[in-house]
C-alpha cells in the first residue's frame, strides 16, 4: 500500500478529528470519524463503547500478538488559546488544533501503519490495533477496558508524542490521601496538639523522605504534596488536616510495595491510595522492537508522564510524533513532517521485527 497516500489521509483525517470535540467519555463523534476511516480501507473492525479496534486479516491465533495503541480523546481546552482550538489550522508546517499533538499526530501514523500491514500474510506477529477513549481521564471505559475484549496481547507500542524516541520505560501513578490529627480547640486557649502545626514535620518528612530503590532508566520515585486542606473557621483548631501526595513510581517498585512502604512508615493518622492500577512499565533493552528502533538511529530514555501503558502488563514501548512538552499547552500543534516521519519510521521498525 502506497504509504504517500496513507499519510494524506491520515492527516486529512486528524484535520477531522481536532474539529471534532472529544472530551473524555465524549468521544462517541471521533469514534464514528475512526470507523469511516477503516470502512474506507476495507478493514474490519469493531467497536466497544468509544473503542474502535480491529485485527490484521490473516490472524492467527498461534503467533504471539502486537497491540498498536494511541487514544482519540482530548482534555478540554485552557484559557490561554489564541486560536479556535475546535479548527484545523495549517501555518508553516504546522497543524493546530486541540488534540493534534496529544494524541491525535500518534493516533492516525498507527493507523496508517495499521493499514500498511492489515492484508500482509505471513507476518511473525497479529497486529491489533485499538483507537481507545478515556484515556486522559484514565476512565473505566477505556485500553482497561478492552484488555478482555481484544486477544491476548505479548508486547505493545504506545503511541504518545515521543519524538519519535524510544521510551523503554515509564513511571506509574499513586495518589494518596493522607490525614494529619490533632486535638480541635478554640483558638483562644491552649494547644499542645494542634493539627495544623504537627503538619509542619509530617510535610517535612515526605519533603526529604527517599525511596532506596532506583531505576537505570526512570530515576528514582518521586513523591510530592500537592494539596492540603484544613479548618473551616478563624477562631477553631481544626481535627485534622488532609493531605494529597502524589508520587511516580519507577519500574524497582510495583504500587502494591509503595502503599506498604508509605503504610508503614508515613507518619499520618492514616494514608489511603485513590487507586492501584496505574502501575509503571517497561520492555526489555534486548526486545527486538527496542533493538529495531536502535537500528534506526533511534534513543531511548525513560518517561515521567502517565499514558495508557500503565494498564498494561505485557512489555509495551511508547513512541510517537509530535513533543510531549506540547501537549495539554495553549494552541497546541504537531509539524506535518512529524506526522510524515511517524508513518515512515513506524513501518520501518515494524516491518524489521514483523
Excluded at 465524549?26 to 476495507?42: G, P, R, S, V
Excluded at 536502535?294 to 499514558?307: A, D, E, V
Excluded at 509530535?322 to 521498525?349: M, N, P, W
Aim: with cysteine; proline share 5%; glycine share 6%.
Amino acid at each position: 500500500m502506497n504509504t504517500q497516500e496513507l499519510t494524506t489521509t491520515a492527516i486529512a483525517l486528524l484535520k477531522n478529528l481536532i474539529e471534532t470535540p472529544s472530551f473524555s467519555s465524549e468521544e462517541q463523534d471521533t469514534a464514528k470519524l475512526i470507523e469511516n476511516w477503516f470502512q474506507h480501507y476495507e478493514i474490519h473492525f469493531k467497536r466497544t463503547q468509544n473503542n474502535i479496534w480491529a485485527t490484521n486479516l490473516f490472524y492467527d491465533e498461534n503467533k504471539p500478538t502486537l497491540l498498536l495503541n494511541s487514544h482519540h480523546d482530548t482534555v478540554k481546552p485552557n484559557n490561554g488559546y489564541t486560536k479556535d482550538p475546535f479548527k484545523a489550522i495549517v501555518e508553516d508546517g504546522k497543524l493546530y488544533g486541540l488534540g493534534s499533538n496529544d494524541a491525535g499526530g500518534c493516533l492516525v501514523s498507527l493507523l496508517a501503519t495499521f493499514a500498511y500491514f492489515y492484508k500482509q500474510k505471513d507476518l511473525k506477529y497479529n497486529l491489533v490495533i485499538v483507537a481507545s477513549a478515556e484515556e486522559e481521564s484514565s476512565g473505566e471505559n477505556g485500553l482497561n477496558s478492552m484488555l478482555s475484549v481484544i486477544p491476548k496481547i505479548d508486547v505493545a507500542i504506545v503511541g504518545e508524542p515521543t519524538l519519535m524516541q524510544l521510551a523503554v520505560a515509564e513511571k506509574g501513578l499513586l495518589v494518596f490521601d493522607a490525614i494529619v490529627k490533632g486535638t480541635p480547640s478554640h483558638a483562644a486557649h491552649p494547644n499542645t496538639d494542634n493539627a495544623i502545626y504537627n503538619t509542619i514535620d509530617v510535610l517535612k518528612w515526605f519533603q526529604d523522605y527517599r525511596f532506596e530503590k532506583t531505576s537505570a532508566v526512570l530515576g528514582d520515585v518521586k513523591m510530592t504534596v500537592t494539596q492540603i486542606n484544613a479548618g473551616k473557621q478563624h477562631n477553631a483548631v481544626p481535627a485534622d488536616v488532609k493531605l494529597v501526595v502524589d508520587v511516580r513510581v519507577n519500574d524497582a517498585y510495583s504500587n502494591q510495595e509503595i502503599v506498604a512502604i508509605l503504610q508503614k512508615e508515613a507518619p499520618c493518622e492514616r494514608i489511603i491510595p485513590r487507586s492501584l492500577k496505574l502501575n509503571s512499565s517497561s520492555i526489555p533493552m534486548e526486545h527486538p522492537l527496542v533493538q529495531a528502533g536502535i537500528t534506526l538511529g533511534r534513543k531511548t530514555y525513560g518517561s515521567p508522564t502517565l499514558s495508557d501503558q500503565a494498564v498494561l502488563s505485557c512489555p509495551s514501548l511508547k513512541l510517537g510524533p509530535g513533543d510531549s512538552t506540547r501537549s495539554h499547552t495553549a494552541d497546541e500543534f504537531i509539524y506535518l513532517r512529524e506526522i510524515e516521519e511517524g508513518v515512515q519510521i513506524y513501518i520501518k521498525l515494524l516491518n524489521n521485527v514483523l
